[in-house]
């Protein structure tokens, strides 16, 4: 094989190796949250907390997959999605625990994780080379779950920054939380239209691919229809 061979080779390993152990990760913590029940809030942070911590902050890798171009996702929307995520877990959740007893977190986790489920198989299928004959179910999730998931997830992720915000609120030695959780409180809006918007985009191109590929399908049969005749 020649060098650009070998690369390419590698790239594709190491992203098949990547999102499948992502997959793994994802589908534990959806599972584990599952399996508490609904009523279980309080103790979902117990339970998943730290390991939620480890798999979102191993997302960080993604960013730099978009920056050397090992993968053709924006670089804004990637590191936008992947920080809002970090400050979550870790200035939110991990800073004050005591926000994570409400529905909020298990909301979040499970908007989190039904995505990320869906998102690594798609991934991983693709880098397979799978026919999407044989996973029109993953790209069909993919391409209309996040209609009712990403608003889940923001709805959940701000309404932790608000508990978040009056606790910190609360304590006089916590001012620069509060200060930035208002930040975060005007900045969450936006920065979700902008996610959902993207991720509308995405779903028009995917369906404008597949009316494209119709058409040169049902174009080809006629020509060759045609020359029979």
Known sequence: MDRATTIAFYKAKYLLMYNVTSWCAWAYVTYMVAMSGTKEYAGNYKLIGDYLLLVQSCAILEVFHAMFGLVRSPVATTA????S????????????????????????????????????????????????????????????FFYVLYPLGAYSEYKLIQAALEVAKSNPDQAGYATMFRVFTWVWPPAFYIMYTHMQKQRSKFIMSGALDAKEARESGAVAEKKRN
Do not use: K
Request: hydrophobic share 50%.
């Open 80 to 83: 936008m999605q992947v920080s």
């Open 85 to 144: 995520r970090l400050i979550m877990v870790w200035l939110v959740c991990d800073a004050f625990p005591m926000v994570t007893s409400s529905w909020a977190y298990t909301g979040m986790v499970v908007a989190w994780g039904i995505t990320e489920i869906v998102r690594y198989a798609y991934y991983s299928m693709n880098l397979i080379g799978v026919d999407n004959d044989y996973y029109w179910f993953v790209t069909f999730c993919r391409y209309h």
